[in-house]
């Protein structure tokens, strides 16, 4: 009986990934292929809605579309108002849609062989370099490269170690850490006898939905709180 326990556990090994070797470098062949397949859905979804689009009967991904766009406007503008830079709202939209898709994909049965890729520090660190790097890109434009680091320099040490080392890590940790914790528990559910696993794995399925939608809107959400913390900063200036 012992046996088969060691054996079963065996089997739940988070953070091991199918890999490759691309110019000398270990690569996570996993995660870039679902990467790529939540890449292709986002886009996928988005020629056919920009095709299908109508304004007399909308379909139901146009109106949850036009939803996640009018939410991202009026999170923009509360914290922006007219200053809110050029292609923000588009970045923040793009990073919840890829994101829900990359977070959504643990609930098809191919999760142990295709798991979310921000279940994979890879994707999420990159992620967050993305927003942190866009975030000063921002700034330089609208204050030019002296002006934005003299505001920088004036928030003092603690908030600039904040602003490009914690808050970033933070970023890309949380959505990770809460991605990597479901593809655990559904190994560890897995170990349950076959005739009751089929009640806390549907559970558990539809808390994954509910908690890569909470992710997705808290990246997109602390994306525009940082640039919104830029757009401050400038007219602090």
Partial sequence: MAGTELS?????????H????????????DTIVATLVAAVIVCGLGLYMARRAVAGRPSVAQVAFEALVGWVQGQSEQLMGSRTPRGVVGLAVS??????????????????????P?????????????????VNVAGIRAQGLRGHLVAIVRKG??????QFFGRPASLALRLWGNIFAGGL???IIGLLPVYVLWLPTAAWKLFDLFIGGLQAVIFALL?????GEAVEAREEH
């Fill in 185 to 187: 528990m559904v190994g």
């Fill in 223 to 227: 994306t525009l709180i940082y640039f």
């Fill in 118 to 134: 921000t279940a994979d520090v890879n994707l999420t660190y990159p992620l967050m370099l993305l927003v942190v790097v866009w």
């Fill in 8 to 16: 079963a556990a065996a089997e739940v090994q988070p953070g091991e």
């Fill in 157 to 162: 040490p603690f908030e600039i170690i904040s």
């Fill in 18 to 29: 199918w890999t490759g070797t691309w110019l000398g470098m270990t690569v996570n062949l």
């Fill in 95 to 116: 990073l919840f849609a890829f994101i829900l898709a990359c977070n959504w994909l643990a609930v098809l049965p191919t999760e142990h062989v295709l798991p979310p």
